[in-house]
């Protein structure tokens, strides 16, 4: 079955430095993947997407990449700031879509000042 | 305002009652979701509809029941509620396949 993984559940960062997190996948063919951000007690927050045949995207100080062949995508937040604070998630999508449109678990970054 | 909101906010219900949950978007989007987020689990889904009158099973529906009667509505009943079924679910919409998905703020959902 389909699994997606997202390398800790929690990351704590300085304030200033880039935080890096890992969303890896196996039985899974993906045709796009996306990031969303998730604040507490708030739905999840469309940040980005990124298609299979993309290697890279950028958005502001957000960085994307998708790596079909190492099945990951790296999410970058460069100079990051308390702000950011969140849990972060990936899903991913394909064929069937709907059905087969599925989130990994989060990983919560906390920025310390 | 435009958007996708879910009702009630929050809810207490006994084990073996009806509750239907509510979502309702604004922007005429053919897809919607329902998820549930548990601790451990992440969000599941629960079901999906492509359009009006066009439903399908998700990762974990027993137990639960939709309907899409109009394209900015689509419900979801707990025919029976369990326990395991206390959690927070969103519903979301999206306008095409790849899109964004648009959440809801959730309902939190507590079964005694």
């Known amino acids: 079955s389909q699994k997606i993984e997202q390398n800790s559940e929690a990351l704590n960062i300085q304030e200033g430095k880039t935080a890096t997190l890992t969303c890896n996948y196996t039985?899974?063919?993906?045709?796009?993947l996306q990031w969303y951000r998730q604040d507490p007690g708030r739905g999840p927050v469309f940040l980005l997407l990124?298609?299979?045949?993309?290697k890279e995207k950028r958005k502001e100080r957000l960085k994307v990449t998708f790596d079909t062949t190492l099945k990951q995508s790296l999410f970058h937040i460069t100079a990051s700031q308390p702000a950011d604070s969140a849990t972060y998630l990936c899903?991913?999508?394909?064929?069937?879509?709907?059905?087969?449109?599925?989130f990994g678990p989060g990983t919560r970054l906390s920025v310390l000042p | 305002d435009a958007g996708i909101t879910q009702s009630p906010r929050y809810k207490i219900t006994e084990t073996g009652r009806q509750v239907t949950l509510m979502c309702h978007q604004t922007?005429?989007?053919?897809?919607m979701f329902w998820y549930r987020q548990d601790l451990g689990h992440g969000l599941r889904l629960i079901y999906y509809?492509?359009?009006?009158?066009?439903?399908d099973k998700g990762e974990v529906p027993d137990g639960y029941v939709v309907s899409r009667s109009k394209t900015e509505n689509f419900p979801l009943t707990l025919e029976s509620a369990t326990r395991s079924q206390t959690s927070v679910y969103f519903c979301?919409?999206?306008?095409?396949?790849?899109?964004?998905?648009?959440f809801g703020n959730g309902t939190r959902l507590t079964v005694t």
């Open positions: 922007w005429s989007h053919s897809y």
């Open positions: 039985n899974y063919s993906p045709a796009y």
């Open positions: 979301a919409s999206s306008d095409y396949r790849d899109s964004a998905l648009h």
């Open positions: 899903a991913l999508g394909g064929d069937n879509y709907g059905q087969n449109f599925v």
């Open positions: 990124i298609r299979e045949n993309e």
């Open positions: 509809s492509a359009a009006a009158d066009i439903t």
